[in-house]
C-alpha cells in the first residue's frame, strides 16, 4: 500500500497522523478518538438524564399548579354568575310588588334590621347568612319618595364587596307596601 500524501486544506488531516512532509503515517488516529475511559463518559450520559428528569418534573408541576388554578377560577366564575342570577330573580321579585317579608319566605336568609341578607357556601349551597358565608347577597331597602321606592343590592365574596347596585319601583298606591 502507497503512501498517500495529504494536502493542509484536507478535511480529514485533523483526524489523522500526518508526517511534516504531508504524508499519512501507518497509524491512524481513529483509534485516538474513542473514548478510553468509558466510566467517565457513561457519568456523564447519567448525570445529562437526571437533568432532563429534573427540568421535566419542574415542568410538570408548573402545569399541574396552572391547571389547578384554572380550575378554582372556573369555580369562582360559576359561583359569581349564580350570585348575580340570584341577585337578579330577588330584586324582579321586590320590583313586582313583594315586601322583605315576602322575599324572605321566598328566597330565605335572615331579615335583619330592615335588610335580607342571603349566604351561599363555596359551592353555592345556602347557608347561613351570616360574616362565615363565603358569598353573601345583602338587600336593603333604601329612600322612598313620592311614589317611588329604590333598595340597594350588594354582592358580596368573603369581606369584598364584588358589586354594589340600585333597584328602584314605583308604588302602585303611593304607599310604602
Known amino acids: 500500500m502507497s503512501p498517500h500524501r495529504i494536502t493542509a486544506d484536507h478535511p480529514y488531516r485533523q483526524l489523522l497522523d500526518v508526517s511534516e512532509d504531508g504524508y499519512a503515517l501507518e497509524q491512524s488516529s481513529l483509534a485516538k478518538?474513542?473514548?478510553?475511559?468509558?466510566k467517565s463518559s457513561s457519568r456523564g450520559f447519567f448525570i445529562e438524564l437526571l437533568i432532563d428528569l429534573v427540568v421535566f418534573v419542574i415542568c410538570t408541576l408548573v402545569c399541574l399548579q396552572v391547571i389547578a388554578i384554572a380550575q378554582l377560577r372556573l369555580?369562582?366564575?360559576?359561583?359569581?354568575?349564580?350570585?348575580?342570577?340570584?341577585?337578579?330573580?330577588?330584586?324582579?321579585?321586590?320590583?313586582?310588588?313583594?315586601?322583605?317579608?315576602?322575599?324572605?319566605?321566598?328566597?330565605?336568609?335572615?331579615?335583619?334590621?330592615?335588610?335580607?341578607?342571603?349566604?351561599?357556601?363555596?359551592?353555592?349551597?345556602p347557608t347561613e347568612a351570616d360574616e362565615?358565608?363565603?358569598?353573601?347577597?345583602?338587600?336593603?331597602?333604601?329612600?322612598?319618595?313620592?311614589?317611588?321606592?329604590?333598595?340597594?343590592?350588594?354582592?358580596?365574596?368573603g369581606d369584598k364587596t364584588l358589586i354594589d347596585w340600585s333597584v328602584g319601583r314605583y308604588l302602585a298606591n303611593r304607599e310604602e307596601p
Do not use: C
Open 33 to 38: 478518538l474513542k473514548p478510553t475511559d468509558t
Open 75 to 125: 369555580e369562582d366564575s360559576s359561583a359569581i354568575a349564580k350570585l348575580g342570577q340570584s341577585s337578579v330573580n330577588l330584586a324582579e321579585n321586590w320590583k313586582s310588588g313583594a315586601d322583605l317579608e315576602g322575599l324572605q319566605d321566598k328566597f330565605g336568609g335572615q331579615l335583619t334590621g330592615g335588610q335580607l341578607t342571603l349566604g351561599y357556601d363555596r359551592q353555592f349551597q
Open 132 to 157: 362565615a358565608a363565603w358569598y353573601r347577597i345583602v338587600f336593603t331597602p333604601e329612600e322612598r319618595g313620592s311614589g317611588y321606592a329604590t333598595a340597594k343590592l350588594q354582592l358580596i365574596q
